[in-house]
């Protein structure tokens, strides 16, 4: 698996109605993620899902945004939000 690769300072643009759409468990490991997501990746669905979902977190998102999204998903309640990811 291709984990903690450089950050190559590459954007990738996309629609502003397509959505990157991706779920994980409760101990952060991907089970679904929707095309658009894998596209952006740059990882086949293969190597996404049952990965670890900070296999695609970018370094520049502070722990805190990923804390406020954990404490809100163990609580049961839906998060949605924006964050920036490697691709």
């Not at 629609?15 to 990746?41: H, M, W």
């Not at 805190?64 to 609580?75: D, E, I, N, R, S």
């Amino acid at each position: 698996m291709r984990n903690n690769q450089p950050i190559t300072q590459r954007e990738r643009t996309f629609p502003a109605q397509q959505r990157l759409i991706s779920t994980t468990d409760a101990k952060g490991v991907i089970t679904y993620c929707n095309d658009a997501f894998v596209e952006i990746s740059g990882f086949s669905r293969e190597e996404l899902i049952r990965a670890p979902h900070n296999l695609v977190r970018h370094p520049d998102v502070p722990p805190a945004v990923f804390a406020h999204m954990w404490g809100t998903l163990k609580q049961g309640l839906p998060w949605m939000g924006i964050v920036k990811n490697r691709c």
